[in-house]
């Protein structure tokens, strides 16, 4: 991996990006703070910060097989759900446009046709579930990535089936991109359920809103079910965090963190646990 030099410390790629990322959010914030940036009131340090945050992890979008998959199964469950609910208004082409739409949109889209709390809890925690997938990992989206959860799907599958090699379109997978599919959610996962249960302390709002302001969070997905203007200053800072992590990506700031690495100099046994 190439590295810098700089005052005896090492600016590695993972390390370039995540500064990368803090210089423009602290730019943004000040020029957001400025008095010519307000017609009225100013914006306090805090609100600057949220909104310089959110614009610097901007949306996207990318298309791959997998992709089609979960945007297609994503439309599918949707158009079930709402059919008779939050669908019922609209004429049949109306019912699918939307349903397309709300099954691109947790995928980082930003943009939606419906008004989220009307929907159905059930539909509320499928859009949870999309947005914790987030988009292609050439995009700028946040989530896990779809390559991550392919890999992850076609692990279970190659487990179930009893195969050694985890085979996608062909292509053999090394074990190296399973252990980083794997940690990277592990992570996230992590990251969303403490910051889900911060938020439950920290604002008046039930639980669902609260993890669908977490995971839209992490997953840059631009939407919310009416909590984000009523945050606390915690809950600001908490989304903050959940934004920037999901948009470098928590692997990411995991190598950034790290200390230098050391040479092994010895391996322990292989041990075997019961699992199940």
């Given amino acids: 991996m190439t590295i810098v030099p700089f005052r005896h410390q090492t600016l590695t790629p993972p390390k370039i990006l995540s500064l990368g990322f803090i210089l423009l959010i602290a730019a943004g914030t000040i020029l957001l703070s400025l008095p010519a940036a307000s ?4 914006i306090s340090i805090i609100d600057a910060l949220f909104m310089a ?17 979960v945007i297609l199964g994503g439309a599918i469950v949707f158009f079930g759900l709402e059919l008779n609910n939050a669908l019922r208004p609209l004429h049949p082409g109306g019912k699918m446009m939307a349903s397309f739409l709300q099954a691109i949109t947790p ?10 709390p009307l929907l159905r809890e059930s539909t509320q925690f499928l859009m949870v579930l999309l947005m914790f997938i987030g988009a292609a990992p050439g995009s700028t989206g946040g989530g896990i990535k779809i390559t991550t959860f392919a890999i992850l799907v076609s692990t279970v599958y ?14 053999r997978l090394s074990k190296e991109n399973v252990y980083r599919a794997i940690t990277l959610s592990l992570l996230s996962l992590m990251l969303v359920v403490a910051a889900t249960m911060l938020l439950s302390v920290t604002e008046s709002a039930d639980f669902l809103s609260v993890l669908f302001e977490a995971v839209s969070a992490f997953g840059t ?9 009523e945050l606390t200053t915690i809950g600001k800072l908490l989304v903050i965090v959940l934004m920037f992590a999901g948009r470098t990506g928590p692997l990411t700031l995991a190598y950034a963190l790290k200390p230098k690495n ?10 075997n646990i019961t699992i199940g």
């Fill in 53 to 69: 945050t959110s614009a610097t992890c901007v949306t996207g979008l990318a298309v791959l097989s997998a992709s089609a998959v």
């Fill in 262 to 271: 050391s040479k092994e100099l010895y391996r322990y046994p292989e041990g």
């Fill in 221 to 229: 997905s631009g939407i919310t079910m009416g909590l984000t203007p």
């Fill in 39 to 42: 017609t009225g009131v100013r």
């Fill in 158 to 171: 190659a487990k179930i089936r009893d195969k050694e090699g985890i085979v996608i379109f062909r292509h």
């Fill in 107 to 116: 995928r980082s889209g930003g943009v939606t046709t419906i008004e989220i």
